[in-house]
């Protein structure tokens, strides 16, 4: 039987908190902690005397000043034009920036799962060609890439009169992907409020069902049943109301008709697919080493009980890989986060670009300021989300 002893005195005496461990150890991290405040503190105070010196401009009074340029891309087809504000046209640029990523890290990841799988197919063919993928992906520049896929891939596109026709139905031409878009109506607000009950109520019943799965062994199909309630209460609350109107793109003269269908550039198109395939690839190898770090012994105990490959995968082996995937996950989404900042390469407006032009007008030093500090922004909420979800897939234990 172990004997428990008894947490150690603290030292006595009128200076006894001078020989306490814990107490030496705040006291250490809290000198420190001063320490780095005044070192910045000083760093800022001397940077700004030299720039006053120099009579370098550190104001940022010139954000509600007129820009004097326009911005052709965006979510309408004039986001911004000369007569608006700098800070408006920061905007802008920002939310391009967070088209981009947000679009590259859904398809990257989607990419990267599925080269990654046949990264470790049986199949001769398929295990080699995502083989030879991730080799020319990950050893070639990103910037090389990207100049490749938009003067050779995407300038060499037909013209719109001539463009490719793709299902849904999407035009494809050099002057971009145009794809049908949804036009709310004035039910739009209603129907996801129906959708959002839908959600609670659905995941609400998914986790009972779940739970007494649990307890009792039963078979309570808590998946199927709360997407059932989800999907049903949306459809039906979409034929009531019909909350979206499709708009599907035309041609018009040389290009498409404005306010028609979703419009996207070849400048963003090169761009997020540049990203796509080349994190993609990173992402594929992520995902082959996770499954890899599964015990083989899991695999031969599925087969044994009559799990298909897919069941194998789905249900077994994924997530227990995610434990070991997330963490380098991170990390490849900050990278492609940060690489978004190469579009100024292939002409498209994102901030790193749009700041490029104000520079030609406007102080340099707060330029950089707000460029820094946005990407910092959305690369801390990447790494905040992240982190989230690697501590809800890790194990918990005692």
Known sequence: MAILQPPPARPSGPLGFLRDLRFLRYAAQLVFLIAIVLLFAWLASNTAQQLQRASIPTSFTFLNQPSGFDIDEGFVDQPHTRTDTFAHGFVIATLNTLRVIVTGLVFATLLGLV?????????????NMALGFVEIMQNTPLLLQLFFLYSGVVLALPPARRAIELPGPSLLSVRGLATPSLVPTANAGLWFFFVALALVAGGTLWRRLRKIRI???????????????????GVLAWMALIPFTVSLPRLQGSGYARGEGAILSPEFFALTLGLVLYTGAFIAEVVRSGIQSVPPGQWEA???????????????VLPQALRVMIPPLTNQYLNLAKNSSLGAAVGFADLYAVAQTMQQSVPVIPVVIIIMSTYL???????FVMNMVNARVQLRTR
């Open 215 to 233: 307890d009792t062994g039963r078979t309570t199909y808590a998946a199927e049943t709360g997407l059932i309630i989800i999907a049903g209460v």
């Open 377 to 383: 922004v959305i690369n801390l909420l990447v790494a």
């Open 302 to 316: 599925a087969r044994s009980q009559g799990f298909s490959y897919g069941q194998i995968l789905r249900l077994i």
């Open 115 to 127: 080269v990654g799988i046949a990264r470790l197919s049986t199949n001769w063919l398929v295990r």
